[in-house]
DNA sequence: GCCGTCGCTGACCCCGCGGTCAAGGCGTCC
DNA sequence: GGACGCCTTGACCGCGGGGTCAGCGACGGC
């Protein structure tokens, strides 16, 4: 499966990945050709082909590595903060600063949440995730005696806060990431109805 | 624009468009394909472009009329409520309850979102009902005193939640509409940390 | 200098797509 | 019955897609 590349074979390939990544995002999957990929960089087809299996291939690559990337991301900022209120907090935090930082990565996920064809995939790389963040609302709830409720459902309604904010606040008008950070976190924990009290 | 159709004529085009929304809520836009759409009413394929554009144009279409008809049940059930509160509780309610009848037209536009083609169709649609739920959310909070929030955060922090429960637990595990949007609406009003209280 | 391996070329193939159109029913009204 | 207009047919077109492949460097080891 891995060709064994040298270093600058390696190179060529990362260019392609970075390039493919750029398009992919602005333009979607069905609507960025291999022939497109090739031709901004230069090159042959060939070295498409060369390099990948298939574009389908590549795309899935590319996906993948970006939701490990995240997932990375998360569990180092997570670290081993006991309290799993703040647990969640650190979650929703470092997952906006990788989304701020990685904007591509992110509209391809949500390109490939829009295809069929990549959907299970986007899926797959959310479940680990969801079950850890299920578990700290779970936590949550027991060591707060908070209201009952059902850990999965509030853990994918805060990933439906954290994408949706994300997706309309960051590549848009650059809004600064704390800001709408803040407002993710407050959101998720308070809700609406939260009274005003410390900051 | 408008043809003048016949009863048989607009029979034919009905047909064809709950058949094209089937099939793109299943398939995708990209991967449903003309042919497939006439062979699978056992028809020619110059039917189609007698009663439309274009593939394009149909898609449209399709994805105009639900945001209409989820504009209008959301309208209806909001009714004359004065309590923002219990006006954004309303408008969630009967969100998911509509997508609940109509889970393809609810996954047609989560393809359409995904597709950059049609993605400003979706906002255009969104953005209505958004400047509606944030003047709620704005006199929600000036009503109750409650902490200063961004109210166009809050409503597409709302909005996220929803369009997330709904994608999930609606149409793959048959969950009773209803006990989403009370988790819904719950999870909006308080948050994680709402403390229990009447029910 | 020679050869092998890695990287690259780009013309080419095949296919399926969206879309067209000349021609042929079929219903209806006179 | 004839004529007209709505509806239908399905072979056909051009295009652009993903993917292939025979052959051409070019660089490194011997």
Chains 1, 2 share one sequence.
């Not at 750029?22 to 042959?44: I, N």
């Not at 082909?49 to 899935?60: A, D, G, H, M, R």
Request: a neutral charge; charged letters at 30%; glycine letters at 10%.
């Amino acid at each position: 499966m891995g060709k064994q590349l040298t270093p600058r074979g390696r190179q060529r390939r990362d260019q392609l990945i970075a390039f493919a990544t750029a398009r992919f995002a602005e333009r979607g999957y069905h609507d960025t050709s291999v022939a497109e990929l090739v031709s901004g960089l230069g090159v042959g087809k060939g070295v498409f082909y060369w390099y990948f299996e298939s574009k389908e291939q590549l795309f899935v690559e590319i996906l993948r590595q970006a939701q490990l990337d995240l997932r990375d991301a998360q569990r180092a900022a997570i670290g081993s903060e006991r309290d799993p209120v703040r647990r969640i907090e650190l979650g929703i935090r470092s997952t906006l600063a990788w989304i701020d930082r990685h904007p591509d990565h992110n509209e391809l996920i949500r390109v490939a949440a829009g295809d069929d064809r990549f959907r299970h995939h986007v899926r797959r790389g959310e479940e680990i995730a969801l079950d850890d963040l299920s578990k700290h609302v779970k936590d949550a709830i027991v060591d707060r005696d908070l209201r009952h409720a059902d850990p999965e459902m509030v853990a994918q309604a805060i990933l439906g806060v954290v994408g949706r904010l994300a997706g309309t606040f960051l590549p848009g008008r650059g809004a600064p990431v704390d800001a709408v950070a803040d407002a993710a976190v407050a959101f998720c924990l308070g809700g609406l109805l939260a009274e005003q009290h410390a900051k």
